[in-house]
């Protein structure tokens, strides 16, 4: 479970990820696919559109009805907010198609994965499963990496957001600080300038310019930032909070093609994050087992748990590093 997407494995992702509904034929597709098919309380049967015209009743299928539920929720204070994702590890197909979204999204370079999709095995040979777990920075309520910060560098946000300010950084040292304080690996990263393009033709003596789509400016972190500001600098998820502000979902949430992420307002009863949170075990993701004092870090992120032997294989793995709290 290393944190680096090598260029083979972005290009091998994105073709996975878009792939995956032309391919035919393959037995393990056709159980991810009945597993991605399986209901959830709280979800609307009817599968989603993808743009909402602004007068669709909550209820026309999960994406339309947290689209509508965002338009509301953006009309709001922050303070007044409360952003939840929660994931159903039991939908997640283990296409990798939001970690590439996010990467595009983002103008992540190789080795800065806002997002990642750990993979879990159990069983005995032949009996072997695979379970999937899409993980990000979980957005703590109590945050140890905004301490560890320098001045300015970050902040917990009243929505709840820990919003993270790369251009406050001035070395390598302040972003390692912050990775080392962080409980979840994988959360933070340090964006060493290298181009997915970095390298190729070397042998031939040819130097390649990076592409367009990963020189190209990115929007996060509340400023529109040129590729080169942010190297040598702090990189993390903030929420898609660029596209929260512009009514859009977070790019991972809509690019989920299982249908395995859902995002909203936690404070407002009648989102579908909350009637999920409501109607299902959930699981947080705390500080590491055993930590004196204890760490509840209190993520935003949580997990439908159940007795899905995927699902509970998922988060036995998860425990070895975080103390579980079920919801
Ligand atoms: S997951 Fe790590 S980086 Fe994200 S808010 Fe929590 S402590 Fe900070
Ligand atoms: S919310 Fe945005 S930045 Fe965070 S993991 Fe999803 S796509 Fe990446």
Not at 230 to 258: E, W
Request: aromatic share 8%.
């Amino acid at each position: 479970m290393t944190g680096r997407v090598g260029r083979r494995k972005f290009l091998r992702a994105g073709i996975a990820g878009i792939s995956l509904g032309v391919l035919g034929g393959c037995v393990e597709k056709e159980k991810a696919f009945e597993i991605a098919k399986k209901p959830v309380e709280g979800v609307p049967k009817t599968e989603p559109e993808l743009f909402v015209p602004e007068n669709v009743p909550p209820g026309q299928g999960a994406l339309t009805r947290m689209h509508v539920e965002l338009a509301r929720a953006i009309k709001k204070p922050a303070e007044e907010l409360r952003w939840k994702m929660v994931i159903n590890i039991n939908r997640c197909i283990g296409c990798y198609a939001c970690e590439v979204a996010c990467i595009s999204e983002n103008v992540s370079p190789p080795g800065v994965t806002l997002r990642k999709v750990f993979v879990t095995e159990y069983g005995t040979f032949p009996n072997v499963k695979r379970t999937f777990m899409p993980s990000n920075c979980m957005q703590c309520n109590n945050p140890p990496c905004v301490e560890a910060a320098p001045m300015g560098g970050m902040r917990r946000r009243s929505d709840g957001i820990v919003m993270i300010y790369p251009k406050k950084f001035k070395n390598k040292e302040e972003v390692d600080a912050v990775i080392k304080a962080c409980p979840y690996k994988n959360a933070v990263f340090y964006d060493d300038g290298l181009y997915f393009t970095s390298g190729i033709g070397k042998e031939e003596g040819v130097v390649s310019p990076p592409q367009p789509y990963e020189a190209a400016n990115n929007y996060q972190y509340v400023s529109v930032n040129g590729r080169k500001e942010l190297v040598g600098r702090p990189r993390k998820c903030d929420f898609c909070y660029h596209r929260l502000r512009n009514g859009m979902l977070p790019a991972c949430v809509s690019t989920c093609i299982g249908g395995a992420m859902y995002f909203g307002d936690g404070n407002d009863p009648d989102s579908l994050v909350s009637e999920l949170m409501r109607t299902n075990q959930v699981a947080e993701m705390n500080g590491p087992p055993g930590a004196e004092p204890p760490l509840n870090t209190e993520p935003n992120v949580v997990y439908i748990a159940s007795e899905v032997p995927d699902v509970m294989a998922g988060l036995k793995s998860c425990m070895s590093c975080h103390k579980i709290s079920l919801k």
